[in-house]
């Protein structure tokens, strides 16, 4: 009898091993795939993806003020106050020197922080589930676009950063609430506190999943204390930057950041309603996987799952489709597993063979979708900007039309940069005045993008109706992002170069430069 027990616990100790070697090569693999989707876009390009010429200059603006907050950001007309977390702009502009300019360092450290959230991911989840189901999570989570590809553009670098710190800051405060020891009590509420100083929808992501973690599993007195004491020590942590905040402008920055975020609730309910937000281009294996671990979660009481996922679009509706891919990757972990357990052991290799394959091809391939941020502007795009700045006079107001959606309008983000001029309709940094100007400045870009294919009149009518002047109208050439095709504006740029209240200043590689003739184009 004795001889039987020591086999069965043999075979126990022999199987638990094969699970942890399992959920290692799994891990390994999240990691590995996941560098992978990330660096080819990044490593493809010469440029910043996307977005990221408002924190170049805030870097730049922090090393010409002596690392000491300043005001406003000299950002497209040094109206903006410079209301957003430093963290990453400090990093950016501690590094910035060595790659040469700020501009090539955005491209670089968004991509090297964001694949540092791959094993924070791991150590967020991995007591949650069995080892080897919260490494398929963190697979999952690594390749699925929609969890990377806002993170590894020029604006991923606070991104990237606070969502780094989110997921150590969740992880640490989860292991404080079940085992209260000093090395918890101090990681805790530090990154909870550098996430804060990184990113305003991450630290809203830590308070929505902890608030999740309290009301499901650690519902007591003793951990709401505890609780709070962490956000009391994270206020610390973040204090220094809020006070500044605070003495410069008082609440303002903050609260428009937030009115501005809160605008987005009607896009996100649509999003959560549809149960796609995983960004896949063509087979959505990840959204079909997700929505199956949906219903075994429901079905095995893991209603938590689900409450995470309507607390993050509530909390955050501006991020929540990334973020909500955290508790999406759980579930197709789930999903997975029922899979595996259902098959024999050749039939489960290779349907994750299978899987792996088509959602790496899929990630892949997310680029070369006309609607994602992973598009960069030109260099015949960025010499035209340069040329821009190099020969109007230095408090000309431009007009770029590019018919881009805001968001991933990379080259009207860019172009004060690189300008050095003013662009009357570039919505980034709206956000910290108020929210009455940001959305405004939203409102009136979506309608702008309709002059794309229409006439000279459209571009005046669009100037009396929303009182914004301008100097000059620079229309890019080439492609730009979010619109089909290789050519933006062709029709616009012909039609403002046959009608006489625009004049054609320059017709160069990258763009056409016009300027309107009439003042009534110009509303003051």
């Not at 730049?60 to 977390?85: C, H, K, M, Q, V």
């Not at 428009?256 to 896009?267: V, Y």
């Not at 309507?310 to 909390?315: C, T």
């Amino acid at each position: 009898m004795n001889v039987v027990t020591a086999r069965h616990a043999g075979d126990s100790i022999q199987m638990q091993a094969g699970v942890v070697r399992l959920a290692g090569l799994l891990l390994l693999a999240a990691i590995g795939f996941g560098i992978l989707v990330r660096a080819v876009p990044v490593l493809s390009a010469d440029f910043p993806l996307n977005d990221g010429g408002l924190f170049a200059v805030m870097s730049r603006d922090l090393r010409d003020n002596g690392f000491l907050l300043p005001a406003t950001t000299s950002y497209n007309g040094g109206e903006i106050p410079f209301g957003y977390p430093p963290l990453g702009l400090y990093l950016n502009a501690l590094i910035g020197p060595l790659f040469g300019t700020d501009g090539a360092s955005l491209r670089v450290l968004p991509l090297l922080i964001t694949c540092l959230t791959i094993p924070a991911f791991w150590f967020m989840v991995r007591g949650w589930f069995s080892p080897a189901t919260a490494a398929v999570a963190t697979l999952a989570w690594a390749v699925i676009p929609r969890s990377w590809m806002w993170q590894v553009g020029g604006g991923g670098l606070t991104r990237s950063l606070g969502m780094l710190f989110a997921f150590l800051a969740v992880g640490a405060t989860i292991r404080l609430l079940e085992t209260p020891q000093r090395r918890w009590w101090i990681l805790a509420p530090l990154c909870a506190g550098l996430t804060a100083l990184s990113h305003l929808e991450s630290a809203a992501f830590v308070g929505a999943t902890l608030g999740v973690a309290w009301l499901v599993h650690h519902r007591s007195l003793a951990s709401l204390r505890t609780l709070a004491v962490v956000a009391l020590l994270a206020a610390v942590v973040a204090s220094p930057w809020i006070v500044a905040i605070v003495a410069q402008h008082g609440l303002t920055p903050l609260t428009a950041a937030g009115g501005s975020r809160a605008a987005f609730m009607n896009i996100a309910l649509a999003i959560l309603v549809s149960l796609r937000w995983t960004a896949e281009p063509f087979v959505e294996v990840g959204a079909i996987l997700g929505i199956i671990g949906l219903g075994i979660a429901v079905a095995t009481g893991r209603w938590w799952l689900p409450l995470w996922i309507v607390a993050i679009f509530f909390a955050l509706p501006g991020g929540a489709a990334t973020y909500a891919m955290v508790p999406w990757a759980l579930l197709i972990a789930l999903a997975v597993s029922k899979l595996v357990e259902l098959a024999t052991p050749r039939r489960a290799l290779t349907i994750g063979a299978v899987l792996l394959v088509v959602a790496l091809a899929s990630s892949l391939w997310a680029r070369y979708e006309y609607l994602n941020p992973l598009s960069t502007v030109s260099p015949a795009q960025r010499a035209a900007m340069t040329w821009a700045g190099d020969n109007t006079p230095t408090d000309a107001t431009f007009l770029v039309v590019t018919g881009s959606y805001w968001p991933i309008d990379a080259t009207a983000e860019w172009f004060p940069t690189l300008s050095n001029r003013r662009s009357a309709n570039t919505v980034q940094g709206k956000e910290f005045t108020s929210s009455q100007a940001w959305e405004h400045a939203v409102f009136a870009s979506g309608s702008l993008d309709e002059c794309v294919t229409g006439t000279a009149q459209c571009l005046v009518d669009w100037g009396t109706q929303w009182n914004i002047g301008y100097d000059y109208v620079f229309i890019p050439r080439g492609r730009t992002a979010g619109v089909e095709g290789d050519a933006c504006c062709d029709s616009l740029a012909l039609a403002l170069s046959t009608d006489d209240r625009f004049h054609r200043v320059a017709e160069l590689e990258g763009a056409w430069v016009f300027e309107p003739l009439s003042k009534n184009t110009s509303p003051r």
